[in-house]
């Protein structure tokens, strides 16, 4: 591959109608070859007989089984908190909302 030269990012530049200074391109330039640097040491890697994947971890679940279990006593939770109204959580209102 050729090396990207910063008339070739002012090319793509103007393409994406984008207006770069002249301080811009220079470090696009460098950043955008860097890029392309790494992607071609990625193409050295053998990669015979790896399967394409969609993601690098297994898609299998880690939570725990859904199981009922007995509740929490109503009373002795409302009992813990810092302000009950009509057997529930008392709240601070939300700005805006209508009562």
Aim: with cysteine; hydrophobic share 45%.
């Amino acid at each position: 591959m050729s090396a990207l030269t910063p008339e070739d990012v002012a090319h793509v530049a103007v393409l994406a109608r984008l207006e770069l200074t002249d301080a811009e391109l220079g470090r696009y330039t460098s950043q955008l070859r860097a890029v392309l640097e790494h992607a071609e040491d990625l193409a050295t890697f053998d990669l015979e007989g790896v399967g394409a994947t969609a993601h690098p971890f297994s898609d299998r679940t880690v939570v725990r089984d859904d199981v009922a279990e007995p509740c929490l006593d109503r009373d002795e939770v409302l009992a813990q908190a810092p302000a009950v109204e009509d057997h529930r959580f008392r709240v601070p209102r939300i700005i805006g909302e209508a009562p």
